[in-house]
């Protein structure tokens, strides 16, 4: 049996309300269930159970998937042990050789080096609670850390010595310590990668150990080592502290983020709990995009150094590119949120932080603001107006319009002088443009697939004209084209099988779209508009590059290749004006 028709075995026999009864207190209404969504924090049942369908849907936060994606999601469980347990419960035995699927190949290494990670914290921890120890001393005494924040966050220490680690793991295959990241290798054997340092157990969202933060105990260089990365661990994936600030951060629906394993120990320590860092990167896309799962909004808590200014401003370049809500939180220079929280405790803390925060469009114009010197203040409003050439027209309205109120510039004058900066960055713009076009295709693509899965039997009546090489957007809109297709069972559409098939964000991006009513309204005319709109695009393409091979045919004087590619052109040019009067496009 394979590993789909497993998925597809389970989904068929077990009752999604069932499964989310368990969790959730659900009312049937009509075709549906209804409850308050255990994704976020909401007063009114948004949160929609369809036993039929087979799946869920928040109309709130936007989660979407089927009876397993839910378990996984609210147990925070790997895929094959959220699939076991809604089995489990179901009454339906697996088959003997489910272990055996190369899905769980993976899962199963994984597994085992998280063991390994996990006994490696133990053996630190129980290092670090040995009494005169210098780590325990570090933290208690230097550090102000609280023997509950030590517990909490499994602080340990490795000690003095190239072989700790090492005889307690005697016998594992050096492969697999090797993939730990915890050792190295050298003439001699493997040795402790991390030696004389505090450690700091790095969890992933499921609280397994993936990896280790370490620090000297001294003033030399460089204070922090990570672990490298590894199967368990991407930097740009993992958030230090969000497993133990997750619940914080569901109630409150927002989140600190700090840039230091002690900054996130001494805010959680503060009260703070809902304090996650970056590790060993700058905070980044990836990284907002976890939040944005759990959190409304993201409060970015910096040094008032040089260093943290440079940061804020990162902060709020990533809040342009994803739209999030973002705020900034500056702290009086030579203090960082760990010496804030030591030196002036939490209600001072809390006092600070509701005086001081700022929106990030606020952040942006601040350095405006308070500059005094007029040509100064000239040249900082034209760094920020340069900022925001190309990017989204509302977010940048709206930002001229505040600019207008604050400044008391008329804002036709602004929207003018705007332009003029605009004009003066073409070749950024062309980029931006490129990268436009790029997107609309993209989304022509992403409708195509969503116009199938409202209506499938409109896929099998053009499927001879859709193939996977149909699509260019292969890190998104194929993966769902992909998984759309494995979805028929006995050429029947299972919309909850095609979850099982999608990772967490194309099922979003999917579910999204799952209510829409558009989708079924003349889909076989959107369908031919939108083959027609991708057509006059790859004829654009066409074009241009027959206009390319013309000059070039000039510069060599080949005039009758000049003419025959000049009737090529023409031609193109008649279906692009035909395309154009077809789809009412200017």
């Given at each position: 049996?394979?590993?789909?028709?497993?998925?597809?075995?389970?989904l068929?026999?077990?009752?999604?309300?069932?499964?989310?009864?368990k969790?959730?207190?659900?009312?049937k209404?009509?075709?549906?269930?209804f409850?308050?969504?255990?994704f976020?924090?909401?007063?009114?049942?948004?949160?929609?159970?369809?036993?039929?369908?087979?799946?869920?849907?928040?109309f709130?936060?936007?989660?979407?998937?089927?009876?397993v994606?839910?378990?996984?999601?609210?147990?925070e469980?790997p895929?094959?042990k959220?699939?076991?347990?809604v089995?489990?419960?179901?009454?339906?035995?697996?088959?003997?050789?489910?272990?055996?699927q190369?899905?769980?190949?993976?899962?199963?290494?994984?597994?085992?080096?998280?063991?390994?990670n996990?006994?490696?914290?133990?053996?630190?921890?129980?290092?670090?609670?040995k009494?005169?120890?210098?780590?325990?001393?570090?933290?208690?005494k230097?550090?102000?850390?609280?023997?509950?924040?030590?517990?909490?966050?499994?602080?340990?220490?490795?000690?003095?010595?190239?072989?700790?680690?090492?005889?307690?793991?005697?016998?594992f295959?050096?492969?697999?310590?090797?993939?730990?990241?915890?050792?190295?290798?050298?003439?001699?054997?493997?040795?402790?990668?991390?030696?004389?340092?505090?450690?700091?157990?790095?969890?992933?969202?499921?609280?397994?150990?993936?990896a280790?933060?370490?620090?000297?105990?001294?003033?030399?260089?460089?204070?922090?080592?990570?672990?490298?990365?590894?199967?368990?661990?991407?930097?740009?994936e993992?958030?230090?502290?969000?497993?133990?600030?997750?619940?914080?951060?569901?109630?409150?629906?927002?989140?600190?983020?700090?840039?230091?394993?002690?900054?996130?120990?001494?805010?959680?320590?503060?009260?703070?709990?809902?304090t996650?860092?970056?590790?060993?990167?700058?905070?980044?896309d990836?990284?907002?995009?976890?939040?944005?799962?759990?959190?409304?909004?993201a409060v970015?808590?910096?040094?008032?150094?040089?260093?943290?200014?440079?940061?804020a401003?990162?902060?709020?370049?990533?809040?342009?590119n994803?739209?999030f809500p973002?705020?900034?939180?500056?702290?009086?220079?030579?203090?960082?949120?760990?010496?804030?929280?030591?030196?002036?405790?939490?209600?001072?803390?809390?006092?600070y932080?509701?005086?001081?925060?700022l929106?990030?469009d606020?952040?942006?114009?601040?350095p405006v603001?308070?500059?005094?010197?007029?040509?100064?203040?000239?040249?900082?409003?034209?760094?920020?107006?340069?900022?925001?050439?190309?990017?989204?027209?509302?977010?940048?309205?709206?930002?001229?319009?505040?600019?207008?109120?604050?400044?008391?510039?008329?804002?036709?004058?602004?929207d003018?002088?705007?332009?003029?900066?605009?004009?003066?960055?073409?070749?950024?713009?062309?980029k931006?443009e490129?990268?436009?076009?790029a997107?609309?295709h993209?989304?022509?693509?992403?409708?195509?697939v969503?116009?199938?899965?409202?209506?499938?039997?409109?896929?099998?009546?053009?499927?001879d004209?859709?193939?996977?090489?149909?699509?260019?957007?292969t890190?998104?809109?194929?993966?769902?084209?992909?998984?759309?297709?494995?979805?028929?069972?006995?050429?029947?559409f299972?919309e909850?099988?095609?979850?099982?098939?999608?990772?967490?964000?194309?099922?979003?991006?999917?579910?999204?779209?799952?209510?829409?009513?558009?989708?079924?309204?003349?889909?076989?005319?959107?369908?031919?508009?939108?083959?027609?709109?991708?057509?006059l695009?790859?004829?654009?393409i066409q074009?241009?590059?027959?206009?390319?091979?013309?000059?070039?045919?000039?510069?060599?004087?080949?005039f009758?290749?000049?003419?025959?590619?000049?009737?090529?052109?023409?031609?193109?040019?008649?279906?692009?004006?035909?395309?154009?009067?077809?789809?009412?496009?200017?």
């Amino acid at each position: 049996m394979s590993f789909k028709d497993v998925i597809d075995k389970v989904l068929k026999q077990v009752k999604i309300s069932d499964v989310v009864g368990k969790y959730v207190e659900l009312e049937k209404k009509g075709a549906n269930h209804f409850g308050l969504c255990p994704f976020h924090k909401e007063k009114s049942p948004s949160f929609s159970v369809n036993d039929d369908k087979g799946i869920y849907h928040c109309f709130g936060c936007g989660e979407s998937g089927n009876a397993v994606g839910f378990v996984m999601k609210y147990k925070e469980l790997p895929f094959k042990k959220a699939l076991s347990e809604v089995a489990e419960e179901a009454g339906i035995d697996l088959p003997e050789d489910f272990n055996l699927q190369k899905i769980a190949k993976d899962e199963t290494e994984k597994e085992i080096l998280a063991g390994i990670n996990k006994k490696g914290a133990l053996l630190y921890y129980q290092e670090l609670k040995k009494e005169d120890n210098p780590a325990k001393e570090y933290l208690e005494k230097k550090r102000s850390v609280s023997p509950e924040m030590i517990k909490k966050f499994a602080l340990g220490f490795a000690k003095d010595s190239w072989d700790f680690l090492t005889l307690h793991f005697k016998g594992f295959p050096k492969d697999t310590l090797l993939k730990t990241g915890l050792f190295g290798e050298g003439k001699n054997g493997i040795y402790d990668r991390f030696k004389n340092k505090v450690m700091f157990p790095i969890f992933d969202v499921r609280g397994s150990v993936v990896a280790f933060g370490s620090r000297v105990l001294d003033d030399s260089k460089p204070k922090y080592i990570n672990s490298p990365e590894t199967l368990l661990f991407k930097k740009r994936e993992i958030l230090y502290g969000l497993n133990f600030a997750l619940p914080s951060i569901r109630e409150k629906n927002s989140v600190f983020v700090v840039e230091g394993y002690m900054d996130v120990i001494l805010m959680h320590q503060g009260g703070f709990e809902n304090t996650v860092a970056a590790l060993g990167t700058a905070f980044g896309d990836d990284h907002l995009k976890i939040i944005s799962r759990y959190a409304k909004e993201a409060v970015f808590v910096f040094d008032g150094d040089e260093a943290g200014r440079k940061a804020a401003a990162r902060s709020v370049e990533i809040a342009l590119n994803n739209g999030f809500p973002v705020k900034i939180l500056t702290l009086p220079e030579g203090l960082d949120p760990a010496d804030f929280i030591v030196t002036k405790g939490k209600d001072a803390f809390d006092e600070y932080y509701k005086k001081e925060v700022l929106n990030w469009d606020d952040y942006l114009l601040s350095p405006v603001k308070n500059e005094k010197e007029p040509l100064s203040r000239k040249k900082k409003m034209q760094e920020i107006l340069k900022s925001l050439t190309g990017r989204d027209p509302f977010i940048v309205n709206s930002l001229l319009e505040k600019i207008s109120r604050v400044f008391e510039i008329e804002k036709k004058e602004l929207d003018r002088y705007f332009n003029r900066i605009k004009n003066k960055t073409k070749p950024y713009e062309k980029k931006i443009e490129k990268k436009a076009e790029a997107v609309k295709h993209f989304s022509a693509e992403l409708e195509i697939v969503l116009l199938f899965i409202h209506n499938p039997k409109l896929y099998l009546k053009h499927q001879d004209k859709i193939s996977e090489a149909f699509f260019e957007d292969t890190e998104n809109v194929l993966p769902i084209f992909q998984a759309f297709k494995e979805s028929f069972s006995d050429e029947t559409f299972r919309e909850d099988l095609l979850f099982s098939l999608l990772s967490e964000e194309l099922g979003k991006i999917v579910g999204r779209n799952l209510n829409s009513k558009k989708y079924r309204l003349e889909p076989e005319r959107q369908l031919l508009d939108i083959f027609a709109f991708l057509r006059l695009e790859n004829i654009k393409i066409q074009r241009q590059g027959v206009l390319d091979q013309i000059k070039e045919a000039e510069k060599e004087d080949d005039f009758e290749r000049v003419l025959e590619l000049m009737k090529e052109e023409q031609g193109l040019s008649r279906e692009i004006h035909e395309l154009k009067n077809k789809l009412k496009t200017v």
